[in-house]
């Protein structure tokens, strides 16, 4: 499946980071990739919800996304991927880790924040 990539500026620091868009008009598109994208916000509003509510506390959030993070690192010992998959495995976790600590915002907001690290 075609993707574009779109190149956003980060601070001279680091350069350049590249983030594959999920869907634009011009290309052939998977099925899939907008309803994850619908899943994506989905459990980030559920997410932020629980954190205003108290039902999730922000350190009990990063912590089940640390674990999240280190099981991924355990599979990927086992069975090596190239970086551009290990980056696809933890792009939902990060996503979900930086959904809790702020307010609602759009897909591509939530993944130029996670290509960014910030």
């Known amino acids: 499946m ?3 990539k779109v190149t956003y500026p980060a601070v001279v620091a680091k ?8 869907h634009s ?3 052939t598109m998977n ?5 994850l ?10 997410v932020r919800q629980m954190i205003t509510r108290g039902v999730l506390s922000q350190e009990d959030l990063d912590a089940a996304m640390a ?3 280190e099981q ?8 090596p991927l190239p970086d ?6 933890l792009f939902p976790i990060e996503l979900l880790a930086l959904a809790g600590k702020g307010e609602a915002e759009t897909f591509r907001a939530l993944a130029r924040r996670v290509a960014l690290g910030t």
């Open 2 to 4: 075609p993707r574009r």
């Open 15 to 22: 350069g350049t980071v590249t983030i594959p868009m999920m």
């Open 25 to 27: 008009e011009s290309d």
């Open 31 to 35: 099925t899939a990739n907008p309803q």
């Open 37 to 46: 994208e619908g899943l994506y916000l989905a459990l980030s509003a559920l």
């Open 67 to 69: 674990q999240a993070r």
């Open 72 to 79: 991924a690192e355990v599979d990927f010992r086992s069975s």
């Open 84 to 89: 551009a998959n290990r980056k696809a495995v």
